[in-house]
């Protein structure tokens, strides 16, 4: 079979699409997908880079989610059959023409929804779902601050948010992402480049119920700062850094409460692990994505021959959302 190998770790140019090994058949509870397309996440760049190696266990290639056809179940396999079209979320080895994948982390495609819709939707989902509804609680009343809600978590993140009732507001780099944004459902629209997001939402609310945020230790201080009395501060990303000074004072100020949390690492089972994840997207997300409430944002669907161009895509100005990799 072919998949994505590296050539070392730095930039685009060391993906090779070319011949691996097949796979192994499917063993206990496992499931073999015939893999149409792959969504790129930010994690995938910082993978190539270097900076995020896989689990134990987990294959080496690059990518976190896919969308296909079951080709093969293994002993155990109850929910699935040759031929299901579905997506699934991945520890590794995603940027290839065949992947292995946990039952308990295989979606069915969503009704009206394309492969390329699909393969971009179990990592964002995940994430969003368990770190805001399943971590923070996120109900009806609440203002959800997204830091880059231009990404593909952001903006599957502030339609789930109007779903349940929260208002949002976001921050992003330019104009033309904010407005996409107001398109999905955010009311308070901060470009970080002219203004700054303390400032700016403290001139019309107390502070952010919940805050999800994607930079880290550049954000850290002025998180804390923008959130409401019993916020929840909830890091999903490093992408300003990993060390920062908390005062631990203003925190205690506001009865406040910081998360760091892990999708790829997570166990398969058990409390707080990907299966369970997994079962809640299915009885709560996939409904309102079959019905059209929710729905995946795509910017760009490239070949897996261009797989270098899709990572540039991931951090251009006018990307808003997913890039998705066309396998099959």
């Not at 330019?174 to 459902?185: N, P, V, Y």
Request: proline share 6%; charged share 20%.
């Amino acid at each position: 079979m072919y998949a994505v190998t590296l050539d070392g770790f730095g930039g685009p140019e060391v993906m090779r699409w070319e011949q691996v090994p097949d796979l192994p058949a499917p063993g206990q509870g496992e499931v073999l997908i015939e893999v149409a397309a792959a969504g790129v996440n930010r994690a995938d760049l910082l993978q190539r880079q270097g900076f995020y190696p896989p689990p134990p266990g987990a294959s080496a290639t690059i990518g976190l989610e896919v969308s296909g056809v079951v080709a093969e179940v293994g002993a155990g396999v109850r929910d699935w059959r040759p031929g299901d079209r579905v997506c699934a979320l991945l520890s590794g080895g995603g940027y290839a023409e065949r992947v292995l994948a946990p039952e308990s982390q295989v979606l069915p495609i969503p009704e009206g929804v394309s492969e390329a819709g699909a393969a971009a939707l179990p990592e964002v989902a995940a994430t969003v779902w368990s770190n805001l509804v399943m971590t923070a609680g996120m109900h009806s009343g609440h203002l959800l601050l997204i830091h880059g809600g231009g990404s593909g978590i952001g903006t599957h993140a502030i339609q789930i948010a109007r779903v349940l009732g929260a208002r949002v507001a976001v921050t992003a780099g330019s104009d033309f992402k904010l407005q996409r944004c107001r398109e999905l459902g955010a009311t308070v629209l901060i470009n970080y480049n002219e203004h700054d997001f303390v400032t700016t939402l403290h001139s019309e609310y107390p502070g952010a119920d919940i805050i999800l945020d994607n930079m880290g230790a550049k954000y850290l201080e002025r998180n804390v700062e923008a959130l409401a009395e019993d916020g929840h501060l909830v890091i999903i990303g490093m992408q300003g850094g990993v060390t920062a000074e908390l005062n631990i004072a203003a925190l205690l100020a506001k009865r406040g409460s910081i998360h760091a949390t892990n999708l790829r690492r997570r166990p398969e089972h058990g409390p707080g692990s990907k299966a369970a994840i997994i079962t809640e997207l299915r009885r709560h997300v996939w409904p309102l994505i079959s019905d059209g409430t929710v729905h995946p944002v795509v910017s760009a669907e490239l070949p897996i021959a261009e797989v270098a161009q899709a990572h540039k895509l991931l951090d251009s100005p006018e990307t808003v959302g997913k890039v998705v990799l066309r396998i099959r």
